[in-house]
């Protein structure tokens, strides 16, 4: 029974993957490709503990990718099992990268940011404004052998600050952050529990004739939503998980339940507010 549950759950990741790693964004051409670190501290009763992921920033003429490099690294790898198992079905995915991070945000020209993140198998997105009441300061710093400027704004509940440098003359940044006249090298909110710096580009010398190949299930036909049903899905799809696990007879311990004041007083997420 283990046997034939294994090799369906095999064929359904064949028949699902197989289709969206071949389709990726070829009309846009990379102009330019960054790698940040994120540090931050997602428990606040765990102040010590410091999470790290790496991100990348793809760049094409008209619009940015920002994604976790693991959410890469992980279709890299299961194409290559998919590949190589065709015939037997005999695809290991232990140990393949994960991510905390499990979203998409393209940002564009005209002014729009737009978050995508898949919930069960439903794709959603929604909409955000690109900031544009960025306070720039007349300070400078180097950042990596980068001359930098910064500029501060309050974003979704914390007060940032941002080094840009306008010897890199591209409008976007990590996460959400874009708006600036040049590349966002560092931005870092004011308690420190988040932090993005640039740590790796490519020289554009090596990216003539590349395209961006962020695959297409990670943002064609979504669901479009407003920010706070996107909120209330997450929370939803969440609890819903819980359920379903006690129902199948897992048990959770007191520190994994939520509190008796229903509110999630440890997380700590990069966006406190809706404005």
């Given at each position: ?145 980068i001359v930098c400027h910064k500029a ?124």
């Amino acid at each position: 029974m283990s046997f034939i549950k294994n090799s369906i759950l095999t064929l359904i990741f064949l028949l699902i993957f197989s289709v969206s790693f071949s389709q990726t964004a070829t009309n846009d051409s990379l102009r330019g490709e960054f790698t940040y670190l994120l540090q931050c501290k997602p428990n606040t009763e765990s102040r010590d503990y410091i999470y790290k992921e790496l991100f990348s920033l793809k760049v094409s003429d008209h619009r940015s990718f920002f994604i976790s490099e693991n959410r890469l690294k992980f279709d890299s790898l299961a194409r290559s099992q998919i590949n190589k198992s065709r015939n037997n079905f005999n695809i290991d995915l232990r140990n393949m990268p994960s991510s905390k991070f499990n979203f998409l945000i393209i940002q564009n020209m005209e002014g729009t940011v737009q978050f995508y993140q898949s919930l069960a198998m439903t794709l959603l997105s929604y909409y955000n404004p690109v900031i544009d009441d960025w306070k720039l300061i007349n300070e400078t710093k180097i950042i990596n052998s980068i001359v930098c400027h910064k500029a501060q704004v309050f974003f979704k509940g914390r007060d940032w600050t941002a080094w840009y440098s306008p010897e890199i003359p591209l409008p976007y940044g990590p996460y959400k952050f874009s708006g600036l006249p040049g590349l966002i090298v560092k931005i870092t909110d004011r308690t420190g529990d988040y932090d993005f710096e640039l740590i790796k580009s490519v020289p554009s010398s090596d990216l003539t004739g590349k395209v961006i190949t962020v695959s297409k299930r990670y943002y064609q036909n979504p669901k479009i939503v407003t920010e706070r049903e996107f909120v209330k899905a997450k929370r939803n799809y969440r609890e819903n998980i819980r359920h379903q696990l006690e129902r199948m007879g897992t048990v959770f311990s007191e520190d994994q339940r939520p509190k008796a004041t229903g509110k999630e007083n440890e997380y700590n997420p990069i966006e406190l507010s809706e404005e």
